[in-house]
């Protein structure tokens, strides 16, 4: 009697588990950092300071820039950015309301580097030092 039971918890505990890990497995797939599709590729990816992780994507078909932030904050995805050379580094620029985000692909002095500045009514919040990724 005491195996039967034995095994019937075994049992009870294996699905347990199967039943609870099928939706945190779901939860997480939608939890992910936000990223592009796969008709985009990737052009830009840095780790800034902060905890900040920077992508920016481009579709294949349409050009369209793409912005990807994973942050302690939160996600933020952006459609619609553009690009700039400027001084010889190029700048992507992206509009959500009030705020711009501006990526630098680099600096004059270092090519790996960069930076994030945040703005909010053209003026500046933060700027991050950034390396690419």
Known sequence: MAIIKLETMKTLLKTSALLLALPISVLANFSLPASADSTAGIILSTKCQGGNNINVWKNHTSGKLLYRA???????????????????????????????????DGTLDNP??????????????????????
């Open 112 to 133: 790996q580097s960069g930076s994030l500045e945040v703005y909010k009514n053209n003026r500046i919040l933060t700027k991050q030092a950034c390396t690419k990724s």
């Open 70 to 104: 994973t942050t302690p904050n939160g996600n933020l995805s952006l459609n619609g950015g553009t690009s700039q050379a400027t001084e010889g580094v190029r700048v992507y620029k992206f509009r959500n309301g009030n705020y711009e985000y501006w990526v630098w």
